[in-house]
Nanobody, 125 residues
Framework: EVQLVESGGGLVRAGGSLRLSCAAS????????IGWFRQAPGKEREGLSC????????LYADSVKGRFTVWSNNADNTVYLEMNELEPEDTAVYYC??????????????????WGQGTQVTVSS
């Protein structure tokens, strides 16, 4: 059974940083791509970044490029999202998701098969 568990969310002041983790299990890690998404109240789920776990191909949304960094640790089946220069507009529930094709070709929500439960990030002004 594929499982994804996010952690690392919390409350931070504007300009601060947080590091999110996505612990994956139930599949061969290198076969998949992992994406990070967020959803603010009243808004659609937004794709932020994606990394392929075999060759570390990375995508970023324009909204986070230069502020967020994604990487994976294949030794412990975990993908990380480092978020810097956080703004109140970054407040949302953050999710990781798995793309079973492993291609990591898009940040579209429909491309991801499995989802974690989410972790709340709140940025105060």
């Amino acid at each position: 059974e594929v499982q994804l568990v996010e952690s690392g969310g919390g409350l931070v002041r504007a300009g601060g940083s947080l590091r999110l983790s996505c612990a994956a299990s139930g599949f061969r890690f290198s076969d998949y791509a992992i994406g990070w998404f967020r959803q603010a109240p009243g808004k659609e789920r937004e794709g932020l970044s994606c990394i392929t776990l075999d060759n570390n191909k990375i995508l970023y949304a324009d909204s986070v490029k230069g502020r967020f960094t994604v990487w994976s640790n294949n030794a412990d089946n975990t993908v990380y999202l480092e978020m810097n220069e956080l703004e109140p507009e970054d407040t949302a529930v953050y999710y990781c998701a798995a793309d079973s094709t492993g291609l990591g070709s898009t940040l579209a929500v429909y491309n991801f098969d499995y989802w974690g439960q989410g972790t709340q990030v709140t940025v105060s002004s």
